[in-house]
């Protein structure tokens, strides 16, 4: 009987063992595998440093409040309805809006001293347009100074545009109103031999004014808050020995321009026509003492 070939195993068989020999370096085995490498923890999400931008963002609502109370400060006085009707030419004084600042002009001509007027701290320089034109009525040309911001520190120096446009004129009064008379004495300190007169309304000096030749005036309104150092002894002495004081009984502040909305100023129980009235004359006696002169 001829040998068959048997098969190594059959279906029937059961499964013949793995090879538990190992296999190749790296290749893991049904029994044998791979370690597996622990999991690597996320990282933790980075914190964010707040505390910049809390500090951007005070500083922000600081700076927002300072320009609002900032733009809220310097908003000008109200002008009543007398100031702009007085910006305009009449039979006897030619009105020009020069740029920096307003030109009240005789017609007639031939004036030879002339008069810078520095208005007060927040009002618009229209505010003493009525004042010019009386002033200029009488024979004097007046230029009200416009300010940066209406504020006469600004521009202390407005003064030399003006003169320097004007070369007819011989002769120069410095007036101001408030911040405005301040500066005006500040100008008369800083350029001797240039300014000949000097009117102060509502104001005080800011330098010594005692040993210069100046014909000056110093007027207020009794019920101005600040009366008593207008008038004081201090003030006084800053001023030219023979200087005329002049104390308008019943008058305040803001009288003394044609505004409104002056803050701490008391009432006045004088018309603000007779008020300018009495300043306009103190000042006029100026001009006229100043011209003059030899």
């Avoid at 029937?12 to 290749?27: I, Q, T």
């Avoid at 049904?30 to 690597?40: G, I, N, T």
């Avoid at 007779?274 to 300043?279: E, F, G, I, R, T």
Wanted: net charge negative.
């Amino acid at each position: 009987m001829s040998e068959q070939m048997q098969p190594a195993y059959s279906a029937a068989d059961p499964v013949p063992p793995m090879n538990p020999s190992p296999g190749p370096a790296g290749v893991g085995t049904a029994e044998q595998p791979l370690p597996v490498a622990a999991p690597v923890p996320p990282r933790p999400p980075r914190r964010r440093r707040r505390w910049p931008w809390i500090v951007l963002g005070t500083l922000a609502g600081v700076l927002a409040i300072l320009v609002a109370g900032a733009a809220w400060w310097l908003q000008p006085q109200p002008l009543l309805p007398e100031a702009t009707a007085a910006l305009a030419s009449t039979a006897t004084v030619e009105y020009r809006d020069d740029g920096d600042w307003l030109s009240f002009v005789p017609t007639t001509g031939g004036a030879r001293t002339g008069l810078v007027f520095y208005p007060g701290g927040k009002v618009p320089a229209a505010a003493y347009a009525p004042a010019a034109q009386a002033i200029a009525d009488e024979g004097y040309p007046v230029f009200i100074a416009e300010m940066p911001l209406n504020l006469a520190v600004l521009a202390p120096d407005a003064a030399d545009s003006i003169m320097r446009a004007n070369p007819g004129i011989e002769r120069w009064v410095l007036a101001g109103h408030s911040l405005g008379g301040a500066m005006a004495t500040s100008y008369v300190a800083g350029h001797p031999g240039m300014i000949d007169g000097l009117a102060l309304w509502a104001s005080y000096p800011n330098a010594d004014l005692s040993a210069v030749p100046l014909a000056a005036v110093s007027a207020w309104g009794t019920l101005d808050a600040g009366a008593a150092r207008m008038g004081g002894a201090e003030s006084r002495s800053d001023l030219p020995p023979d200087a005329t004081y002049l104390e308008v009984q019943g008058g305040n502040h803001e009288q003394m321009g044609w505004y409104t909305g002056q803050p701490n100023d008391p009432p006045a129980t004088i018309s603000r026509e007779d008020q300018q009235a009495h300043v306009v004359a103190a000042t006029l006696a100026v001009l006229r003492e100043v011209d003059a002169a030899p």
